[in-house]
C-alpha cells in the first residue's frame, strides 16, 4: 500500500498506523514485537535520510502485559504514544438478534463505524447464551428469528436480566402486535416497523446512555 502510494507520485505527508507489536505482545512473543519495532524505527530513519514525509504510529496499550518489554519497545521510537484500551469498557454492548444475513452485515458495519461495541447473531438460543455469558446494555430483536419467537424470547431474557433495555424490529404493523408486545414489556416507542432509517435505530440505543 504505502509502495503503490509513492508509486502514485504522493509526495506530502504519509500516516502508517501499524499495531502489529502490540499482537505478538497481546500473545507473549515479547522478543518478536520488540524485533519488529526495531525495524519500524530503522525503516521510519531509512524514510527520513530519502526525504519522505512518513510517520509511523504504533499505539501500545497502558496496560502493556510486560513492563520490561513494554521500555524495550518504547526506546526504539523517537516518540510514544500510550492509549487506555481498557477503555473500551465504557463503550454501549449491543446484541442484535436478525436473522437475515444481509442485515446483520449491514448492522455490524453501520453501528461499529458509530463507536458501539455490537455482537449480532442469527437466533434466539444464540442470543440467550451471550446475555447469559456476558450481558449487554441493549438487545434488538427481530421478531422473525427462526428457532425463538420473540413473544417467547423477550421473558426468557428477562427472566435473568428483569431490566433489559430491548427494542423489536418487525415487518408486522405495531398495532397488529402491540398487544401481545405489552404482555412482555415491550411498548409501541420500542418498536420499528421495517423498513426504517438505520439513524432512528440509533437514536433509540442513544437514549440510554
Not at 58 to 66: K, Q
Not at 122 to 146: M, Y
Not at 188 to 201: D, G, H, T, V, W
Request: glycine share 4%; charged share 25%; with cysteine.
Amino acid at each position: 500500500m504505502l509502495c503503490d502510494r509513492i508509486a502514485q507520485g504522493k509526495t506530502d505527508k504519509i500516516t502508517v498506523f501499524a499495531d502489529a507489536a502490540c499482537c505478538l505482545s497481546d500473545n507473549k512473543k515479547y522478543l518478536e514485537s520488540e524485533v519488529l519495532e526495531r525495524w519500524w524505527q530503522l525503516t521510519h530513519d531509512e524514510w527520513e535520510r530519502n526525504g519522505q514525509h512518513i510517520t509511523v504510529i504504533c499505539p501500545h496499550p497502558v496496560n502493556f502485559d510486560n513492563e520490561v518489554a513494554k521500555h524495550k519497545v518504547a526506546q526504539r521510537h523517537d516518540a510514544t504514544i500510550e492509549f487506555d484500551f481498557d477503555a473500551r469498557k465504557n463503550i454501549m454492548q449491543v446484541l442484535i438478534a436478525e436473522p437475515e444475513l444481509d442485515l446483520r452485515i449491514l448492522y455490524s458495519e453501520y453501528f461499529r463505524y458509530l463507536g458501539l461495541d455490537i455482537t449480532v447473531v442469527d437466533n434466539g438460543r444464540k442470543c440467550l447464551s451471550l446475555i447469559r455469558e456476558k450481558g449487554f446494555d441493549f438487545v434488538i430483536l427481530d421478531t422473525h428469528l427462526q428457532d425463538i419467537p420473540a413473544m417467547q424470547l423477550i421473558p426468557q431474557i428477562r427472566s435473568f436480566v428483569p431490566n433489559q433495555r430491548i427494542m423489536l424490529t418487525t415487518t408486522h404493523s405495531p398495532d397488529q402486535i402491540i398487544i401481545a408486545l405489552e404482555s412482555v414489556g415491550i411498548g409501541k416507542e420500542n418498536i420499528l416497523s421495517k423498513p426504517f432509517e438505520l439513524s432512528r435505530l440509533f437514536e433509540a440505543v442513544q437514549k440510554i446512555t
